[in-house]
Every structure is written in structure tokens, then in C-alpha cells.
């Protein structure tokens, strides 16, 4: 048998909810002691019922003694309970809130206003409903939080604002109107209260946060004027810190009662002041979002099963949904769960009447294009846009790399986002991808479905990432294979029975301070396995593209000398008889927020408040987005030119301590309280001050704003066929020295 237990023994509610539950025990917070513990520690199955708080008016004129008091009163009680229970006694838990949480209205509007008329009491308030609701979200609990408006019905409620007046008009004593009587205000029986709260009791009911009013406005004056106060002195006086509407939401309330009939104000009256007055007071307004003073929340784009499943997570965490957006003419106008589903050229009609704090795009159907189209479109009015990755990154604080979308992007990096082409020539096209799982052999797959090719060949040697590109992607024209490229008896076999016109090759070790201390790996995973490509590429006459990086140019390190080396196998396959022209090499930077990349690390950093580590203040890196990157490197499949090294367009070199700080400068728009730190801690081994896209020895031409490319070789490599032999001879024997020796003078030519 479940028990109610009620916290609040002078509680008016506690008597409302005691005249409609009838069996209940009720504790007084003032004496709120270990025994009173101990004995709601011995019920096996509780109901608990906050309703222990101060009247407002009090506490704003405590003394610092009294407002300790307050304090343990309410939130101590509160806290002390909640961590003394086992969450598996607790069947439910009530909260008696209020509905001064509400800030004040629009017009009124400031934001250090708002925070200096913000009163103790709905503070206090506020701060009691996130312990309730963490609590409960934490340990799976069952809460209905009530947030009460103006209440009426108990005689000896001294803070009600009718039963004040019904006194004056009784006593012929004055009577103060704040506003000059131009408030309007949601009155609501404590009979109903207490019925109200019942339901909730005996039902099972889902969590939330119900308004608990009529839904109808009144003006003081008007009420007055009704009862005629011709004998009192009405005393007018305005109040900044007075809510002018204050109305409630009733709609989820109402949802749960359904045609529950609220006793009528004018009726009351009449009784208690015996009035045979025939004037009606009537309602001068009903619940709308505009008349709400808390006018401030957020905007879902997108009403259809993702936009309706992130509004059941948004609830959870008490965010207030003002609007659906969507694009879809035959659902506009109309509404979901009571918010209005409207056009995005109403919302910019609308938008100066709402404080708009962030905007959830959740229409995952979207491309890539498309959705950053809607996004450009949105960040021209709206700061903070959320899209639908994942559920954990729309509804998170925290900078996330997925969170940031081109345009954020494209400003941390100071540079202009590029013009996407339609590209034609792959469309109807067999595409084999290496490293397919990788940070640019997904975003190339998936690319590559955009550009209606017949078929994608995704391969990868990592099980888990091609889970992961499976899972993502879920395409019928991807085939994907879990294979190592190094395998060439597999990978020939894939090539010849797929007929694969066009291999985009991305598989590579790539991380610089790893690969010095792996040098075999490097050269088997990041050498052997380009030359297996091309020598099928040949074979198969298949058009090639290689993915290389600037670590190629001038190299310092192992990554360099790896891939200027398959460069080098790449330029001279090129030259060859039988394969001539078919194989083009594309050379890049550092793509943002890649899988182990640095900006990753810098926003780990960030979120958690920790030192950025910055290898050297001096330090510059070329960056673009992945979604950039792969765009171009598709370009480069349908240029026509004798040349086959492609360099794309990074624009300027940016400096790696200025981008740490701009990260810095979002954490601190989402958190002002932010102290941004780091430290130098030096380069890495083979790792350079400032990275280069061309070697000494090239020389670059334009062909187009995105792509330029280095000019044409006609010779082979030098004695290559001897020094790739030689390579193989010193990696079979493990000799280390001379294997790097060899990869330089390669680099060299």
C-alpha cells in the first residue's frame, strides 16, 4: 500500500489536498528532525508531497537571521529527505511551485533588469524544481511539479489576493491596487487544488510540469469595480517587480483532467459577500503564447517523427517550446500538442516578440547541401542552431565538433565557404573507396550517393568502422568490405567482379607523432598498399584519384616521406604506356575536427574546463571542412589537364593558438564564466613550425578558385624500379636506418 506524505503542515494546499485525499501524514518542516525521518523511512511505498515554502512577501523582508530559517525551511528539508530515502520507496513525488517563476513580460524586458527584479522567492522556487526534477530524471522517478496561480477560498489565507479584498470590503478598510489595476490575474479555487492534485495521485500520469490555473485573466480593477468599493479609499500604486499577465498554461493540465468544471470567481464572491449584483466579471483574456510572460525558449525546425521525438526530450529537460517550424504547406497553421506548427516567413514576422535562444533543425532525411543551405538561411537571424546528428549533440551545451556547422566553421577559420558543383561525371559510375571508414573516405561515400553514382565499394580493414559507416549511412548502392588493402589477391578479386571504373584511394596512416615511432607500419599501410592500387588500377584500367597531404611537400617526417613516396609510385605509374594519364594525385591540410585531429582535443579541453595544450604559439596549419575537402576531391575526378598533382585551395595558414582561442570564444557565448587557458608544451618530433602545399622544386598554375595544380613531369623517377626494390629489401629485414634513408632520397627527386 502506497502512503501520502505531505511536507507542510500550515500549508493552505495541504488542507485542499487533504479535504479531496482524505488519508494522508502530514510533517511540519519547522520541526523537520531525524525522527521525522525515521518515520518515513519506515513506509515501504510513499507518495511525497512538497508543500513547504514562505509566503513571498515575507521572505523579501527577511533579516539574514530569518532568511536561514527560510532556507532550512525549504530547500534543506527538501535535500536532506531526498538523500536520506531509497529512490525505490518514493512512488511519486509532488511539488508545489508557483507561478512566479515566470520572468516579467516582453515589454519590460532587460536582461540585468530581469535579474535584479528577479524576487528570493522565485529564485527559491525555480532552484526546488531542478533538485526535484534531477532527482527524479536521475533515479527514474515519477514528478509532476505544480506551479500555482492565484489561489482563492481559504479565509484565513492571509497572502490571497481576493480573500484580502473580500476582508476590506467586509471591514470597509483601504484597499491597495498594484498596477493601478491593470494586472490581470488567473484566480483558481483551492477546492479545485486539492481535487486537482487527487488526480495526479491516483492516476498514472506522465512526468511534467503542469500550470495550475483556470487558463482565464481577470483585471483586479475590474473585480473591484464589480464589488464596488465606493465606502474604501482605493490606493493605486505601480510595482516594476509585479507581473502585469500573469495566466496560466493549462493546455497539458487539461489534457489530464479533461472537462473538469473550475469553480466560478464571480460565484464565490457573490456567496461570501452576499452580492445580487446581475454584473458579470468577464475573463479580458485567455492562456496565448504572446501574453506569456515567459516569452523565451526554443524553436524545433521540423514537425515531422525526429522534430516530434526531440520535443519529448526537450520536455524532460523543462525547455519551453514556442514553435514547429516546417516547410510543408499542409501542416502549417495548424498545431502539435498545442504549440503552433508555422512557416519560416511567419517566424521572422513573429520572431521580435520572442526571445528565440536556439533553434533544433531536426529533419535527418536532409543531405548534407540541404542542410546546410537551411542553416545559412537560419544563422542570418538566429545565433545558436542545433542539427539533428545525434541526440546527445542537438540537446548538449557543450561544443561539439558536430554541433559546429560550415558557416561556424568557415568564421573560426576566417575563410569563405566554397561553390558546390554538381559533378556529372560520376554519375552511372562503379566507385571503389579505400579507407572508407576514415574521417574523408566517409563523407567521399557518402558524397558519392549524392552524385547518383551506380554503386559505392566501401573498404575498410577496421570491423568497427565499417559498423559505424553501415550504421550511418544505411545506402542499398553501398557494398561494404571489410578488407586490408595490403591484401591484393582479395582487393583484385573485389576490383575485377564489382567492374570498378574509379577508385578513390584514402586509406592511410596519417598521424605524425605516431608514425615516427612506427615506421614499418607506415610504409606498409601508406607505401605498399598505393602501389597495390595502382599496379590494379592498370591493370583494370580504372581511373585512380590518391588522397595525399602537405606533409608531402618538403617532408619532415615519416608521414611525409611515406606519402611524397607514394606519390612518387603514383607519378610514375602515370608515365607508363598502359595507364597513362589515369591516376591523379590530391594534396590537402589539415581537414577540421578529423578523427584524432587536434581541433578534437582543443574542445575536450574546452568543455572541461582544462588547459589547452598548444604545441608552439607560432605554429600555423592550412584547414578546411571535410565536407569542403571531399567536394573538391571529387572535382578533381572530372577536370580534364595534362596535370595529375591537384592542390586544393586552403586559403590562408591559420595560426593554431588563434584558433584555440576562438573555440574559446564560443564556450564563452554558451558559458560567460569561462577563463580560457593553455600551455606550450613544443613540437612534436618530424612535426613543422608551418606547413606548405608545394615543394621547392614545383611550380603551380590555376585551374579554377578551388583547385590549383603543380605543373606537368614528363620524366620517370629516377632508377625508381631499383629503389623500390631496395625499399622492400630493407622493410623484408627489418633494417630501420636504411629504410629511412631510402625514403629520403626518394623525397629528394
Known sequence: MTINIIIGKKSFVTKAILNSIKKAEVFSANDFNNETIKKIKSKKRINLIFNNFFPSKLLNDLSYKDYQKFEKLSLETITCLLGKLSPKKINKIIYTSSSAVYRLPENMHNQKKDEINRELYSSFKLTAEKIILNYCTKNNLNYHIFRLFNSFGNP???????????????????????NNGNSIRDFIHVNDIGKIYSIFLNKKIKNGIFDLGTGNGYLTKDIINYLNFSNSKIIKKNNINEIYNSIADNKNLIEVIKKYKFINLQTYLKKRLNIKNKKIIKPVLKFKNQNRNLSSGVVIYGAGYAGKKIFIELKKINEDILFFVDDKIS??????????????????????????????????????????????????????????????????????????????????????????????????????????????????????????????????????????????????????????????????????????????????????????????????????????????????????????????????????????????????????????????????????????????????????????????????????????????????????????????????????????????????????????????????????????????????????????????????????????????FYYSNMKKNELIDCLKKISKQ
Open 331 to 728: 501542416i502549417q497553421n495548424t498545431n502539435y500538442k498545442g504549440i503552433p506548427i508555422i512557416s519560416y516567413e511567419n517566424l521572422l514576422e513573429v520572431k521580435k516578440n520572442y526571445n528565440i535562444k536556439r533553434i533544433y533543425l531536426t529533419i535527418p532525411s536532409l543531405d548534407k547541401y540541404s542542410q546546410n543551405r537551411i542553416i545559412r538561411k537560419i544563422k542570418k537571424f538566429f545565433f545558436d542552431v542545433r542539427y539533428l546528428s545525434e541526440k546527445k549533440n542537438l540537446l548538449s551545451d557543450k561544443i561539439d565538433v558536430n554541433d559546429l556547422n560550415i558557416n561556424d566553421i568557415n568564421d573560426i577559420l576566417n575563410r569563405k565557404q566554397i561553390n558546390f558543383k554538381k559533378i556529372n561525371k560520376l554519375s552511372n559510375k562503379t566507385v571503389l573507396v579505400t579507407g572508407a571508414a576514415g574521417t574523408i573516405g566517409s563523407e567521399i561515400c557518402r558524397q558519392l550517393v549524392h552524385h547518383k553514382v551506380k554503386k559505392v565499394i566501401a573498404i575498410d580493414k577496421s570491423e568497427i568502422g565499417i559498423y559505424d559507416l553501415q550504421q550511418k549511412l544505411k545506402k542499398e548502392k553501398i557494398n561494404y568490405n571489410l578488407l586490408d588493402i595490403n591484401d591484393k589477391t582479395l582487393l583484385e578479386k573485389i576490383i575485377r567482379d564489382e567492374k570498378v571504373q574509379i577508385i578513390f584511394h584514402a586509406a592511410a596512416y596519417k598521424h605524425v607523432n605516431i608514425l615516427e615511432n612506427n615506421i614499418f607500419s607506415a610504409v606498409k599501410n601508406n607505401i605498399f598498399a598505393t602501389h597495390n592500387i595502382c599496379d590494379l588500377s592498370k591493370k583494370y584500367s580504372c581511373e585512380m584519384i590518391f588522397i595525399s597531404t602537405d606533409k608531402a611537400a618538403n617532408p619532415t617526417s615519416i608521414l611525409g616521406y611515406t606519402k611524397r613516396f607514394a606519390e612518387k609510385i603514383c607519378e610514375n605509374f602515370n608515365l607508363s604506356k598502359l595507364i597513362k594519364d589515369k591516376i591523379k594525385i590530391v594534396r590537402f591540410g589539415n581537414v577540421f575536427g578529423s578523427s584524432g585531429s587536434a581541433i578534437n582535443n582543443f574542445i575536450d579541453k574546452i568543455n572541461n574546463e582544462q588547459p589547452v595544450q598548444i604545441t608552439n604559439k607560432k605554429a600555423s596549419r592550412y584547414f578546411m571542412t571535410v565536407l569542403e575537402a571531399c567536394h573538391l576531391v571529387l572535382q578533381t575526378s572530372s577536370i580534364n589537364s595534362n596535370e595529375k598533382i591537384f592542390i586544393l585551395n586552403m586559403g590562408k595558414p591559420v595560426n593554431i593558438f588563434s584558433l584555440a582561442s576562438n573555440l574559446a570564444k564560443l564556450k564563452i557565448k554558451l558559458n560567460p564564466n569561462y577563463k580560457f587557458k593553455y600551455e606550450e608544451i613544443g613540437l612534436f618530433p618530424g612535426e613543422k613550425l608551418r606547413e606548405t602545399l608545394i615543394d621547392k622544386s614545383e611550380k603551380i598554375k590555376k585551374i579554377n578558385k578551388e583547385i590549383f595544380a603543380v605543373a606537368n613531369k614528363t620524366e620517370i623517377v629516377k632508377n625508381f624500379d631499383h629503389v623500390y626494390k631496395e625499399l622492400n
Open 156 to 178: 484565513e489565507d492571509p497572502f490571497s489576493f481576493i480573500e484580502k479584498i473580500i476582508k476590506c470590503k467586509k471591514n470597509n478598510k483601504k484597499i491597495k491596487l498594484i
